[in-house]
């Protein structure tokens, strides 16, 4: 989205000149310790005090809001916090009323719960892809969110995925009460990602056949590479063992990049600026990206994202690493920051708001 303007967060810590390997979870306990230490005791304090939140995640899909948040609990325990995506409660939902117990459960709570133009049993149809209206009703929505929050214990909550549609707005402002938080703090979390950023993910994603997890053949590579002689290409080799280094493989589609999602996109923008405009709720900015030219009064060289290429040497396989410049959405050439660092900023902005 053009001209956000967002503030930018500065990691360079006095006293820290140590680098850190953000691609271990040992390297990023060291990290956070390091350069926000006291504002994730303040967080731990707070949250271990019986006390919550709710964070709504905004932005674009595919923006990282899963990673930033699980990032978040990563460093302050995931016994106080826990995500939930909207997308994949619907999808959760679907499987467990195949069975006879969850379904009777589940029309048991929309009895109670929940106030629309559908009757429960047509909501199952709504869930299940049976009825004839595509799409499941903002109502309907509210009331999984509510069944989803009474079957886990309190907790703060990152909420991915809500609101996504303008109607949906005005509920998300009354749904602390809603869902039981009457007094716990709300605040929404903007992420400003570039659309090249979100383009490239897609197009160098690659995932495991057997465990499913991606990767990215340019941006986030595993420990071994292969090279396939017939096809003259690069792979990558899946780190978990019992995955026999199996060889990793595009997901059909991703060549495509952002254009399949291109209009769901600008529906994100709309809504992100909307919501930029209201009052009465704190704010947390994140930025993925930052000036090529200023990134380095602002970032340690560590902490920007790199770009791999690969070479052919006999039989060994060259890594060339540099850092990975992308045009932002105002044209201007940007480095991209590793995850870690942009949670770096939302637990310092987090840990002032629950103050």
């Not at 709504?56 to 948040?69: A, D, H, I, P, R």
């Not at 540099?322 to 902005?349: E, F, H, N, R, T």
Request: charged fraction near 30%.
């Amino acid at each position: 989205m053009k001209n956000l303007n967002f503030p930018i967060f500065k990691t360079i810590t006095p006293g820290v000149e140590k680098k850190f390997d953000l691609n271990t979870i040992e390297g990023r306990k060291e990290y956070f310790t390091a350069k926000v230490g006291p504002e994730i005791e303040k967080i731990k304090k707070y949250l271990s005090s019986d006390k919550a939140f709710i964070a709504f995640l905004l932005g674009k899909k595919n923006s990282g809001k899963g990673t930033y948040s699980k990032l978040f609990m990563e460093a302050v325990g995931s016994e106080y916090v826990g995500h939930l995506s909207v997308g994949d409660l619907v999808r959760y939902i679907h499987k467990s009323i195949e069975s006879e117990d969850g379904k009777k459960k589940l029309i048991e709570f929309l009895k109670k719960n929940y106030r629309g133009f559908h009757s429960p049993e047509e909501t199952i149809d709504l869930i299940m892809g049976r009825s004839q209206s595509s799409l499941v009703s903002s109502e309907l929505i509210l009331a999984l969110i509510q069944f989803e929050i009474s079957q886990r214990p309190r907790q703060a909550l990152f909420l991915d995925g809500f609101p996504r549609a303008f109607d949906q707005v005005s509920y998300s402002l009354f749904l602390k009460k809603v869902i039981g938080y009457h007094d716990e703090p709300d605040f929404l979390v903007f992420i400003d990602v570039p659309e090249a950023v979100i383009d490239q993910r897609i197009k160098t994603r690659v995932v495991c056949p057997i465990c499913k997890t991606p990767r990215s053949i340019r941006l986030a590579m595993t420990k071994e590479i292969g090279y396939d002689e017939s096809k003259k290409e690069f792979y990558l080799i899946c780190d978990t063992p019992s995955c026999n280094k199996a060889r990793m493989v595009p997901k059909e589609g991703d060549e495509l990049g952002i254009e399949p999602i291109r209009e769901r996109l600008e529906t994100d923008d709309k809504i992100f600026a909307h919501l930029l405009k209201l009052h009465g709720i704190p704010k947390v900015f994140l930025r993925n990206s930052l000036p090529e030219q200023t990134a380095r009064e602002y970032v340690d060289d560590y902490e920007i994202t790199p770009s791999y290429t690969f070479e052919k040497e006999g039989e060994k396989i060259k890594i060339i690493e540099s850092p990975w410049i992308v045009k932002d959405d105002d044209g201007v050439d940007s480095v991209s920051l590793l995850p870690a660092a942009v949670v770096i900023g939302m637990i310092s902005q987090i840990a002032k708001i629950l103050n």
